[in-house]
């Protein structure tokens, strides 16, 4: 199970949870925190099923020939900062990702 997927209720991501209220209450009230941190959550899980269903795609047609092989010579991370900048769009209510705009 990845980051995206982890259950973030579960106690052992309570004291992370409120480390992070208490950096984002200098600026914003405790509640407003609590609750943009679950919709952040919320936003992973969407991001990482999409991911994962784009992946299962790639791969169907892959194994039913009509894909292209996948280069030797990628960047050792190239899905970790994909998986990134989505997190970051989503956190921040960028544009791109159903935002503000």
């Known amino acids: 199970m990845g980051m ?7 106690p052992l991501w309570k004291e992370k949870r409120d480390t992070w209220v208490s950096v984002c209450d200098d ?14 959550d919320e936003a992973c899980k969407d991001a990482g099923l999409k ?4 992946f299962k795609v790639a791969e169907n047609l892959q194994l039913d020939g ?7 010579d990628l960047h050792p991370h190239w ?7 989505l997190k970051i769009g989503a956190y921040h209510d960028g544009p791109g990702y159903g935002g503000a705009q």
């Open 51 to 54: 991911y994962t269903e784009t």
């Open 79 to 85: 899905a970790g900062e994909h998986v990134w900048s």
């Open 66 to 72: 009509m894909g292209e092989p996948m280069p030797n």
């Open 27 to 40: 600026c914003h009230s405790p509640r407003f925190a609590r609750e943009n941190l679950q919709a952040m």
């Open 4 to 10: 995206s997927n982890a259950d973030r209720g579960a």
